[in-house]
C-alpha cells in the first residue's frame, strides 16, 4: 500500500489546508477521508489542494478563489455544507461579510434569486460561526 502522505505534493496540500481551513476540516480529509480511502484523500489534498489551488492558479489570490467558489456552489446548486465552508473560509482569508452579501446580489442577476436565497440560511450559519470563532480566540 503506498503512502501518499509521504509525497511532497500531499504535504504542500495540507500546508495549503492549514492556511485556510480548520483543524477539524483538515482531519477530516487527513485522517476520516484517508482511512476511508487513501487514494481519495491523496486526489483531493495533492491535486486539488496542491496542484489546482496551489500550482495551476497561483495568479488567483486566495480570497478570490473562495468567493469564486461560492458563487460557482450557488450556481450548481446543493453541495451545501460545502458552501457554508466556503463562507467561512472566504471570510477567514480576508473578505468581508459585505463583499460576500454584494456577491449574493450580484448572482441574483445571473443565477436568479431563489438560488441565492436558497443558500442564504448557510450564509448566515457561515457568519454566525466565524464571529464565534474571532470571540473565542
Do not use: R
Not at 467558489?69 to 473578505?95: P, W
Not at 468581508?96 to 452579501?101: F, G, I, M, R
Amino acid at each position: 500500500m503506498i503512502n501518499y502522505k509521504d509525497s511532497d505534493k500531499y504535504k504542500t496540500g495540507i500546508k495549503m489546508m492549514e492556511e485556510k481551513y480548520e483543524q477539524s476540516v483538515i482531519d477530516s480529509v487527513d485522517k476520516g477521508l484517508y482511512e476511508f480511502s487513501p487514494e481519495l484523500a491523496d486526489l483531493v489534498v495533492s491535486h486539488g489542494m496542491a496542484e489546482v489551488w496551489g500550482e495551476k492558479t497561483s495568479s488567483i489570490a486566495l480570497k478570490d478563489k473562495e468567493m469564486l467558489i461560492a458563487a460557482t456552489l450557488i450556481g450548481q446548486g446543493g453541495c451545501d455544507e460545502e458552501f457554508e465552508g466556503h463562507i467561512y473560509n472566504s471570510l477567514n482569508v480576508g473578505n468581508s461579510k459585505q463583499q460576500v452579501k454584494d456577491l449574493l446580489i450580484l448572482l441574483t442577476l445571473y443565477v436568479g434569486v431563489p438560488k441565492v436565497l436558497e443558500k442564504l440560511p448557510y450564509v448566515m450559519k457561515a457568519f454566525k460561526k466565524f464571529d464565534e470563532d474571532k470571540i473565542n480566540k
